[in-house]
């Protein structure tokens, strides 16, 4: 989708339809709003006092204006009330006003920029947001459909924000070329947990790492399986044993402002397919085991905005990337395994692999002596049963970064709740004749995986996000269609850039 901005009356704009919006219970239009009830002689007064528009949040109506404006339709969507509005519904909003106009044929939209007026938020944040959401709200993963059976072939091309005041031009530009680059990276990382798994195995997705750091500067460096055995990466090559697909070990690197600071390393687990291993799962579901690498599509999505941003953080992107297979070869139930620190790990399940390449790829950080590392994975169904698919499970050995992700998580919608790892849990991680033991059973499952990967955390702030519930849409929702959502990727990014680049943890 092609993103510009106008300083234009939008009264005037000609282009396929325009969107405005109204909060709910205001009953005579202002701002550009009313400028265009105006000049179409009260219509949209009228659909509020016939009662058909009452400004409900992502309510819309559509007018077809034959003339008084220059647009062919206008789209008028609700903001809800006014003391509930927010960032994040500029972006609900934006998506579900897109995605209408995509569904009417339209191929060229304008906006105003929702909240950046009457709406008292930041002009640049609410652009950014309204960018977010129209190119979110969008996204379709189409590479395997020949189109032929498909009734919605439509498109949007293009999209205008039309703003009436010169002197928001920058804001309304800075936000709009940010909101592009944050919502194409979460786009980038749906399409690579979307894939199948025959389409995307860890060599594949090293591939795409390596294509998109040439695209955008970043330096990369890909371990074969070779250099995992000879890092003494045992615990990646352990997951992979059982599969014909080799395992994958990847690094992205961006240098920001100073290249000698300590970086904030994203570690994402990519498990290209996870069959439970020796350990299967059923088989009811297991198709969608292809978005186990949910956490490595993340990381790798937000070290490509990252790049583009050129961001002053020293940023460090890890994901440890194996397919979890039955073969003859396949890690077995009561093996022992030991990690790169030298750790021994009883396996009780080979269905708990996530947190295995995880251990070696958590532990592989601390060599570069990280202000704060977070790790992202698509870790436990205990987690769904928690959370639900609303929020995704926060873990911490700090809080003042536990803090900053919750916080960027509000602002970006990509709610992370914070969940406790007490004494109890980690004597629940002891095995009697290892030193760990890879699952610890039922109870409190989310926060014992937590906890095995905490056990390989070497001096350094850390966080661990559970996205096993925010990683996959069952349903639409406005800027989030059904399939792989790019969660992570979002907050990731919102986190870094209200950061500077300094020692200090984040």
Request: charged share 25%; proline share 4%.
């Amino acid at each position: 989708m092609d993103i510009s901005v106008a300083i234009e009356n939008i009264v005037e704009w000609e282009t396929d339809a325009i969107v405005l919006n109204l909060f709910e219970g205001v009953t005579v239009p202002g701002g550009a709003t009313g400028a265009v009830d105006a000049a179409l002689n009260g219509q949209i007064r009228d659909l509020i006092a016939g009662g058909d528009f009452t400004g409900k949040f992502k309510e819309i109506a559509v007018l077809y204006p034959r003339g008084g404006i220059s647009a062919r339709r206008l789209l008028l969507v609700g903001l809800g009330k006014r003391e509930e509005f927010t960032v994040d519904r500029v972006r609900q909003v934006s998506a579900a006003a897109a995605r209408r106009a995509r569904g009417l044929g339209a191929e060229q939209l304008a906006t105003v920029v929702h909240g950046g007026g009457v709406g008292g938020l930041e002009v640049r944040a609410a652009a950014q947001a309204v960018v977010e959401g129209a190119v979110l709200g969008t996204y379709r993963f189409t590479p395997y459909k020949s189109g032929e059976d498909d009734d919605d072939n439509n498109e949007l091309e293009g999209l205008t924000l039309v703003e009436f005041d010169a002197a928001k031009q920058t804001d309304v530009e800075n936000g709009s070329n940010a909101g592009r680059i944050i919502a194409e990276a979460a786009c980038l990382a749906r399409d690579l947990a979307s894939h199948p798994g025959n389409e995307m195995t860890p060599a594949i997705l090293a591939g795409r790492a390596e294509a998109m750091a040439r695209e955008t500067g970043l330096r990369c460096e890909v371990f074969d399986d070779e250099r995992i055995e000879a890092e003494g990466m045992r615990t990646i090559q352990a997951v992979a044993q059982g599969s014909a697909q080799p395992p994958r070990f990847i690094i992205l690197e961006h240098d920001g402002e100073d290249p000698e600071a300590a970086p904030a390393v994203l570690i994402g687990k990519g498990i290209t397919f996870d069959s439970g291993g020796i350990s299967i799962k059923g088989s009811e579901g297991m198709w969608d085991m292809k978005f186990d690498m949910g956490g490595a599509a993340a990381v790798i999505g937000a070290m490509q905005a990252v790049a583009r941003l050129d961001l002053p953080v020293r940023t460090i992107g890890l994901v440890a990337a194996s397919e979890n297979m039955p073969g003859s070869r396949a890690l077995k139930p009561g093996d022992i395994i030991r990690s790169m620190l030298g750790k021994t790990i009883e396996i009780r399940s080979t269905d708990a692999e996530g947190r295995l390449v995880l251990a070696d790829a958590v532990a592989y950080a601390a060599r570069y002596k990280p202000c704060a590392a977070i790790d992202l994975a698509t870790l436990t169904g205990a987690c769904i049963i928690a959370l639900g698919h609303e929020a995704s499970g926060l873990f911490s050995n700090d809080d003042a970064l536990a803090s900053e992700i919750a916080a960027a998580g509000e602002r970006t919608g990509e709610i992370a709740w914070r969940l406790p790892i007490l004494d109890g849990h980690r004597e629940q991680m002891k095995s009697d004749i290892a030193d760990l033991k890879n699952t610890g059973g039922r109870g409190g499952g989310a926060i014992t995986g937590a906890a095995f990967i905490e056990a390989f955390v070497q001096d350094f702030p850390w966080a661990h996000l559970d996205i096993a519930g925010t990683a996959w849409a069952q349903k639409d929702l406005p800027h989030i269609p059904r399939g792989g959502t790019g969660v992570g990727v979002r907050l990731l990014v919102d986190l870094l850039r209200n950061k500077e680049n300094a020692p200090e943890p984040l």
